[in-house]
Structure formats: C-alpha cells, structure tokens
C-alpha cells in the first residue's frame, strides 16, 4: 500500500475536546474527499475538496471542519459539536480523468472514539 | 435526492454457486454507477465502473436505466470474492459518490 496515507490508525479522545485526523496523499490527485463509516450505514460523504483552497461539504458536515492549503494534505477536524463522533474515518483522492472514469483511492482509515 | 439501495445486508452462497448482489438506485440525471469492494484488512477500492462495461474477477454489472438498477453478478462465486461490496453513485460527474449501506457476501466451501 502507500498512495494515501492517514493518521493514527487508532484515536481516542474525551468527550468535550477537538481532534484532527491526518490525511496525506503524494498521487497528485486533485481532489480528496472524507466519509465516515458506520455499521449498516454505509459511507457517507462528511467533507470534499477539487482542488487546493477549496473545499465543500458533503451530506453530513456537522461538527466537523476542515483545510486544504496543500495539494497533499486533507485534514479533517472533529469538534466537540459533532454528537456522535465515534466512528471509522475514510480518506480518499481521485483525478479527474474523465466522466464515469474516475476512481477513488482509500486510505486505510481511522477509528476514533469518544470517551 | 440521490439515493443508492443495497437490500441485502449479507448474502451467504457456496463456492461454484451465481452470485448476485443488488443495487437500485433513484437519480433524475445520467448516471455514472460504480461498485467498491472491500476484502477483510484490505483498503475500499474500485472494482468495476459501469462506463467500461469490463468483466473483473468474473464480475459484471449491467446499468438497467428502465429499472433503475446496477445488479452485480459472478457466475460462479469464489472463496476469495468474500468480502464487504459497496454499490456507489457519481451524482454530479465530479467523483462526489453516493454509497449504498454496502452487502457482505459470504462464500463457504
């Protein structure tokens, strides 16, 4: 493996503080994008960005924030506002190499859970 | 809205038996229609893009437009096709995919 790249593989946090997950790509992809996985529910888009300095949100941004200031780096930032932050974190990139072609690349993602 | 329905949670079958795993879908453009799989301590990836009308692993998906469906299907499944697969929709051309709530399949020798 190697292409996408997140960080810790393992989270815990106290109920009540901020913490980021690190998502790093050297695939010089254009667009990264974060979901989150939760049992029976799938992969649902939380944040997703096409190009640097910009970003956009998904279907489920609540509580969650996030910076695009390099091509490389995605970081996703969970704040004490997202009710039930316990979940697995996936990060993905993709290149725009035409309509119905492109693939997302995942990360091996993040368990993080609130204490 | 755009959504992705995958109706099977698990779907258990024997080696050498078909497979077919479901995925309807409801989306008033032209869709793009993929499906992820993800094998046990493995990443999500790509399996096959309904634009390529490719066969990978054996598997094959066709778009039906009329019933609003991109079933996957295998002939003859294999021990190693094990695995958590995901039916997932381009809404907007730009990669911004709907997944459906994924269907595990099990396949015992």
Known sequence: ?115 | AQRVTQPEKLLSVFKGAPVELKCNYSYSGSPELFWYVQYSRQRLQLLLRHISRESIKGFTADLNKGETSFHLKKPFAQEEDSAMYYCALDQTGFQKLVFGTGTRLLVSP
């Not at chain 1, 050297?26 to 997703?48: C, E, K, S, T, V």
């Not at chain 1, 970003?55 to 091509?71: L, P």
């Not at chain 1, 969970?78 to 693939?103: D, I, M, W």
């Open chain 1, 1 to 115: 493996d190697g292409g996408i790249t997140q960080s810790p593989k393992y989270l815990f946090r106290k109920e009540g503080q901020n913490v980021t997950l690190s998502c790093e790509q050297n695939l010089n992809h254009d667009a990264m994008y974060w979901y989150r996985q939760d049992p029976g529910q799938g992969l649902r888009l939380i944040y997703y960005s096409q190009i640097v300095n910009d970003f956009q949100k998904g279907d489920i941004a609540e509580g969650y924030s996030v910076s695009r200031e390099k091509k490389e780096s995605f970081p996703l930032t969970v704040t004490s506002a997202q009710k039930n932050p316990t979940a697995f974190y996936l990060c993905a990139s993709s290149t725009h190499s035409g309509r119905g072609y492109n693939e997302q690349f995942f990360g091996p993602g993040t368990r993080l859970t609130v204490l």
